[in-house]
């Protein structure tokens, strides 16, 4: 079979956290536009840095530069991309036809998401698709590497792809929550990435009952940077399923106004080293919102080189 | 019941313009319950359309008006009226505004418009629990619709959105994911919350949907 691609210049994810490696991801969230420079400099910046990088899909249901051709792009310099595929704008053939295209290019790990709801983002008149979700997506996938399309019909070869998943730790109600990852985990899910962890006691606690359910499934956490009081105040009231405790958001109120990002850096560096020398997790997802840049930072200050994990 | 919902009254003078006899047609059911095609708002209509100097030739207002045949029958009891109208004007829903389409062949105008399948709550207070799917699921799920009650309509658990019981689309509405694992777990089914459901048929009932009863069926 002809793969459009030489050979993969990094490590896959996979590959990595088989071998018992802490995986350090990145994010990187495409533009609203035709300009995708501001985006190649992010990817050049970290593509050394961690050893794969998310590409969101039309993040928070707002229409950007498309997470397939993102990952192709990351692809294209070198990069490792981790292609995010959300239910909500495609219906099951078109996921299966940008699969098929994505095996093609190279993609080698695909995370598996339901999708924002559409009234939260930017096109709010538009349908909503939801066609299949996070768990039917799995096994979407684990059915194309059988070698067949959800319509029963034989691919003329079969794609492979590690699959991921996300979970909430900080869910509420937590139990639903925690049947669903067992689910996803019996649909094909082989790793997951966590929503944003901030209080690393609760993060503990859900790590033992995920352990419990499957240990051998891989979990990352998620981590966002923090950027000041406001960001925090806004996350606590409007996103559902990330919580930042009260410790955190009083170190940030305290630090004066232009020492407030080196805070968010100091506390998700933190974080990570956390989850390195306790061995929380199996590594960790560090998303930065906008901030991209400060990622290599972030790295510096907790004591992290990828090269040498 | 079907929830409708009156359209503004200057959108429904735009639809009449250029005509100046109207036959207006209220529905005795779902839209006399919802307070926009009753009696009394099909007598509101009649008199502000007058105010701006329509003629209304007529009104009717009867249990039904998505029943074809009712409907045709209604407008040979208003023949004269009927005959008279340049338009009619149609005040429930989308069902009962076409049911007066094949009724008549000159123009036919919405006053209403039809939002969804719902529960009665109280007066006034509408809830929409089925979406029609075509293929029930309810038994899977305590009888709480996901397809329906889940912005999302998906079938296997809570998305990241639920917050606390309620729906990151509208905090004033339940999650229904939450609203099913409370059902179950008190039956003591979680095994069904558990179980892993593959793709809708999306296609159970393909639209336009088209049923005809062999035995009971036809007049």
Known sequence: MTLLI????????????????????????PPKGSNIDEMIHHIDLLKDKVHAMNITDNQSSVMRYPSLGTAILIKERGGEPNLQVTCRDRNRLAIEADLLFAYTRGIRSVLCLTGD??????????????????????????????????????????????????????????????????????AGAQWFQTQAVYDMDNFKRFMEQARKIDDKVKICAGLVLLTGPGQIKYMNNNVPGVFVPENLAKEMEEAPKEERLATGIRICARQIRMCIDEKLCDGVHIMAIGKEDVVPQILEEAGVDITKL | ???????????????????????????????????????????????????????????????????????????????????????????????????????????????????FLGNILRLGNFEEKCSLCGECVLEDFGAICPVTRCHKGILNGPCGGTDNGKCETDREKDCAWTLIYKQLEKEGKLDRFSRIYGPKNWQANMKPGRVIFEKKGGE
């Open chain 2, 1 to 115: 019941m079907i929830i409708t919902k009156s359209k503004p009254f200057e959108e429904v003078l735009k639809e009449l313009e250029g005509e100046s006899k109207i036959f207006i047609v209220g529905c005795g059911s779902c839209a006399t319950t919802c307070e926009t095609g009753g009696e009394e708002q099909v007598a509101e209509m009649k008199k502000r359309l007058e105010e701006e100097g329509k003629t209304v030739t007529g009104t009717t207002v009867y249990e039904e008006v998505c029943h074809e045949l009712n409907t045709k029958r209604k407008f040979r009891e208003n023949k004269e009226a009927v005959e008279a109208a340049e338009g009619f004007l149609v005040m429930c829903c989308g069902a009962g505004c076409q049911s007066v389409r094949e009724a008549t062949e000159k123009a036919v105008h919405p006053a209403c418009d039809t939002v």
């Open chain 1, 6 to 29: 030489e050979k993969h210049a990094k490590p896959s994810i996979q590959e990595i956290l088989e071998s018992g490696t802490f995986l350090v991801t990145g994010e990187i969230g």
């Open chain 1, 117 to 186: 709801s559409i009234p939260v983002g930017d096109h709010k008149d538009a349908k909503s698709v939801f066609d299949i979700e996070s768990v039917q997506l799995l096994q979407l996938i684990r059915n194309m590497e059988e070698g067949k399309d959800l319509g029963g019909n034989e691919l003329n070869e079969p794609v492979s792809f590690y699959k991921g998943a996300i979970v909430t730790p900080e869910a509420n109600p937590i139990e639903p929550q925690m049947l669903k990852f067992r689910k996803k985990i019996e």
